[in-house]
């Protein structure tokens, strides 16, 4: 069994980015510059955030975190991404979801210009991806996608099961892994809540994919032998022997899987860090595509 090690592999990625941002600096070049939106005071959202704006120090890009207070209103939320589109200095953005009830997330997503939108999350973008053209992907399934990739693992002909049709990661990770090309040329099989019998299926599954958000979720039984396991569940479950009161726990029974699978991912310390990467790769990108449009 092999720990797909996303920690590692993130620190990799962010090496080149830093060294790539050393040359852009040497060239006498803008670098690239992310902002994030945050609204609200959800503590796991602030911590994903916090991280994101690190790493963009940890590679040399420059970063502007907004944040707005948790009864912002659509119109006033709108407001800041129109500054941020028409903001020259500003390569790429995003806004931290999920967002407060009485903000319309899709009015937002659609507000961002695509161009800007190193999340991938605008329709534009995401339909550009469904279609293999070169785009924006939307930082975990990007995240999963170089993982497998920098550990060889096939794809090629293999069943994939995604468990989850969120926007963010299940829903475009069933897209990814059935295209043509490698990572992909998967037969996906995309389960979610009304998914009947889901054992079954899973346990057929060359690859699961597993993005729900239940702790645990996915037990020994449910795995055959040699599976390949990818965990994007980070869900915090109190734990009183935590100084921080809680654990972030992985959509996997780690312990008892880990003992079938060929591969698996590790929470925390898997797809987490990868997505972060993957955000910056897309700054970068985003950056490199303003100063070519600038010219
Ligand atoms: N909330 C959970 N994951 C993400 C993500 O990748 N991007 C944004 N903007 N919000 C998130």
Known sequence: MTILDGKKISNQIKDEIATEVSRMK??????????????????????????????????GFESTLIRLPNTTSEVELLKTIKDLNENDDIDGFIVQLPLPPQIDTQQVLMAI???????????????????DMSTFIPATPFGILELLDRYSVETKGKHT????????????????????????????????????????????????????????????????????????????????????????????????????ASYITPVPGGVGPMTIAMLLKNTLLARERHRANNK
Not at 28 to 33: A, Y
Not at 115 to 124: A, L, R, Y
Not at 196 to 202: E, F, G
């Open 113 to 131: 210009d695509a161009d800007k939108d190193v999340d991938g999350f605008h329709p534009t973008n995401f339909g550009k991806m469904a279609l």
């Open 161 to 260: 099961v995604v468990i989850g049709r969120s926007h963010i990661v299940g829903r475009p990770m069933s897209i990814l892994m059935g295209r043509k090309g490698f990572p992909g040329n998967s037969t996906v099989t995309l389960t979610h809540s009304h998914t009947k019998n889901i054992t079954q299926i899973t346990s057929q599954a060359d690859i699961i994919i597993s993005a729900l958000g239940v702790p645990n979720f996915l037990k020994a039984e449910m795995v055959k032998d040699d599976a390949v396991i990818i965990d994007v569940g980070i869900s915090r479950v109190p734990d009183d022997t935590k100084e921080k009161g809680y654990c972030i726990c992985g959509d996997v029974d780690f312990e008892n899987v880990s003992k079938k």
């Open 26 to 59: 040497e060239r006498g070049e803008k670098v690239p510059h992310l902002a994030a939106v945050i609204v609200g005071n959800d503590g796991a959202s602030l911590t994903y955030v916090g991280s994101k704006v690190r790493a963009c120090e940890r590679v």
